[in-house]
C-alpha cells in the first residue's frame, strides 16, 4: 500500500479540504462558475477591508471587501460590527447573487479567523503524530495562500509541515523512499531530506546487487541524483559517520555537517563503483588489468583498488604463462618489475622460458638459436644460453648461427676436441692444449699464431672463400668466413724458411 500515500497527496493539492464538513469556494472562482450563482457558498480569505454600506447612516460597516475577489460581501444587520475587527481573515458563507453585472454575497454566517500562521499551527497539533495525509492538505493550503499573498513566512512553514508529513510515510513499513527523496526535491523540502531519503534507497540497493549490470545502472542512478558524487575529493576522515551511513543512511546523513554530507555523497558513489569493479573481475579475471585502469580513472581517491584489481590481474596472467606469447610475458615481467618485485619477474622468464626449453625440438637448429637468445635478453643467463647452442651443435655440427652466437658471447672452441668453453669465467678447455709460443698472451678474440687446422676447430667450419698470394720470400693466404652477423677474415703468413703458415691477423666486419 506504500504507492498510495503519493497518490493521496497528490489529491491533496488538487482539492486541499482544511474542513473536510465545508465546500470551501475559491474567492476567483466566485465570478467564473455561472453554476454557483443562486447558492450558498463558503469563502475562506483575508480581508481587504470593511466598508459603509450606500446610502448608509454613520459608520456601521455593511459590506466586506476580500482580497482575492471584487465580489462584494453584503452583511445582514445582526453581523455588522461598528469597527472593523482586528482579525485577518475571514470565512464568510451566503448566497451568491448577481445584479446588473455585480456579484453579491449575502452573507448569513461570518467567522473572523486567526493568522495563517497560527490557524495552521492550530489544525496541525489537532493532527495525529503519524497523520502524515492531513500534513499534506495543510501544506497544500499554505502553499496556495502564501502564494496569492507573497507570504514568504507561510511558504516556509507550509514546507515544514509537508516535510514532516514524508518523514512520516518515510517510517512507515516499506517506504518508497526514492519516491519520497524525488517529491522532496521538487517540492523544494530541503536537499538534505531529498539526498538522505535517496541515500537510504541506494544503500538498499547496492546490499542486494548480484550483478555487474545491476551496479551500472545504480551509478548511473546516484549520479544522477547526486551530481557531484562522481567528482573525486580530498580526504575527509568520516569516522562514525561512515558505520552511521551504512546502519541508518536517514537519520545519519540529516544529522552531519555539510562537508561530511559532500564526503558521504562521493562514498556512496565510490561504494557502488568499487562493488562492480570487484564484480567484474570476478565474472572476468582476465579483464583485471583493464579494470585497474578505469579505477585509477574513476577512483583516484582509492588509489588501494587499483593496486588491488591490478595485482589480481597479474596474478591471473600469471596463472596461464605457458600459454602467453613472449610480448606478453615481456610485458608482465615489466609490470612485476614497475611494482617492486623483480624477483617475481625473473621467475616469470624462467618458468616461461624453461616451458619453451620443454618444448624444443632436437633438430630445432633455429629454434635452439632463438631460445639461447631469449635467456640472454629476459635473464642474461650465459650458462644457460651457450647450453642451449651446444645442443644445437650436438644435432648439426655445421650451424654456423649457433658457433657466431657462441663468439658473440666470448665463448673459445677447443683446438684438442671441439668443445665450446668460456675462459671470461674462468672455464678450460676439457683436454689439456699446448699452444706455440707466438699464441702466448694474445688479445681476447684474438687467433694470431694458430695453424690452419686450430682456426678450422676454432671457427667451426670451412672458410667460405680463400685469397693466396705468393713471393719469393713468402706465401700469404686470406681466409674469409660469411655470417649472418658480418664477416671475419683470417690472415695466414708462410715464410720461405717454414712448412706451415701461422696466423697473423683477424678481424671482423660487422
Not at 562514498?267 to 579505477?295: G, I, K, M, Y
Not at 683446438?415 to 669465467?425: K, L, T, V
Not at 649472418?484 to 695466414?492: E, L, M, P, R
Amino acid at each position: 500500500m506504500t504507492w498510495l500515500y503519493p497518490l493521496l497527496f497528490v489529491l491533496a493539492m488538487a482539492f486541499p479540504q482544511p474542513d473536510p464538513a465545508e465546500h470551501i469556494v475559491e474567492p476567483a472562482d466566485l465570478m467564473k462558475d455561472v453554476n454557483l450563482v443562486g447558492r450558498e457558498v463558503v469563502v475562506d480569505d483575508r480581508v481587504r477591508y470593511f466598508q459603509p454600506g450606500k446610502g448608509g447612516k454613520g459608520q456601521v460597516l455593511e459590506e466586506v471587501v476580500l482580497k482575492r475577489t471584487s465580489v462584494i460581501f453584503r452583511l445582514p444587520p445582526g453581523l455588522r460590527p461598528e469597527h472593523p475587527p482586528r482579525q485577518p481573515a475571514i470565512r464568510l458563507t451566503g448566497l451568491l447573487q448577481k445584479e446588473g453585472g455585480q456579484f453579491y454575497v449575502d452573507v448569513t454566517s461570518l467567522e473572523m479567523m486567526p493568522s495563517d500562521l497560527e490557524r495552521i499551527d492550530r489544525e496541525v497539533r489537532r493532527l495525529s503524530p503519524n497523520d502524515a495525509v492531513g500534513r499534506a492538505h495543510w501544506a497544500s493550503w499554505a502553499e496556495r495562500r502564501a502564494k496569492d499573498f507573497k507570504d514568504a513566512e507561510l511558504a516556509t512553514r507550509g514546507r515544514a509541515i509537508e516535510t514532516e508529513g514524508v518523514l512520516i510515510e518515510a517510517e512507515r513499513p516499506k517506504p518508497h523512499d526514492m519516491a519520497l527523496a524525488r517529491r522532496a526535491r521538487e517540492r523544494n523540502l530541503g536537499d538534505d531530506v531529498a539526498s538522505a531519503l535517496a541515500h537510504r534507497y541506494f544503500r538498499a540497493r547496492l546490499a542486494t546487487a548480484k550483478s555487474a549490470g545491476e551496479l551500472e545502472k545504480l551509478a548511473v542512478e546516484v549520479q544522477s541524483f547526486l551530481p557531484k558524487s562522481s567528482e573525486p575529493r580530498r580526504p575527509v576522515r568520516l569516522g562514525d559517520w561512515s558505520a552511521k551511513a551504512k546502519s541508518n543512511p536517514l537519520s545519519a546523513y540529516r544529522d552531519a555537517p555539510e562537508e561530511i554530507r559532500a564526503a558521504l555523497d562521493r562514498a556512496l558513489f565510490a561504494d557502488v563503483v568499487e562493488r562492480n569493479l570487484e564484480l567484474r573481475v570476478t565474472e572476468n579475471p582476465d579483464s583485471a588489468l583493464d579494470l585497474a585502469e578505469e579505477a585509477k580513472t574513476k577512483l583516484p581517491d582509492r588509489p588501494e583498488l587499483a593496486q588491488k584489481l591490478r595485482g589480481t590481474g597479474l596474478s591471473a596472467n600469471e596463472s596461464r604463462l605457458t600459454s602467453m606469447r613472449l610480448s606478453e610475458v615481456e610485458e608482465l615481467a615489466k609490470s612485476f618489475r614497475e611494482d617492486g618485485q623483480p624477483d617475481r619477474a625473473r621467475k616469470v622468464c624462467k618458468e616461461w622460458l624453461g616451458d619453451q626449453r620443454k618444448r624444443l625440438n632436437a633438430s630445432d637448429s633455429d629454434g635452439h638459436i632463438l631460445l639461447a637468445d631469449q635467456y640472454n635478453r629476459l635473464l642474461s643467463d650465459r650458462a644457460s644460453a651457450a647450453d642451449i647452442l651446444r645442443e644445437a651443435l650436438k644435432s648439426d655440427p655445421q650451424v654456423q648461427g649457433a658457433t657466431d652466437a657462441l663468439r658473440r658471447m666470448g665463448y673459445r672452441k677447443s683446438i684438442e676436441n671441439g668443445d665450446w668453453y668460456d675462459p671470461a669465467a674462468g672455464e678450460q678447455p676439457s683436454s689439456k692444449q699446448v699452444a706455440p709460443a707466438a699464441m702466448a698472451n694474445r688479445p681476447p678474440g684474438s687467433l694470431r699464431g694458430m695453424r690452419p687446422s686450430q682456426v678450422r676447430a676454432q671457427l667451426g667450419s670451412k672458410p667460405d672463400r680463400i685469397v693466396r698470394v705468393a713471393t719469393q720470400d713468402e706465401a700469404v693466404e686470406q681466409w674469409i668466413y660469411q655470417g649472418a652477423h658480418g664477416t671475419t677474415v683470417v690472415n695466414f703468413r708462410c715464410p720461405r724458411n717454414k712448412t706451415q703458415a701461422e696466423v697473423i691477423s683477424n678481424y671482423s666486419l660487422h
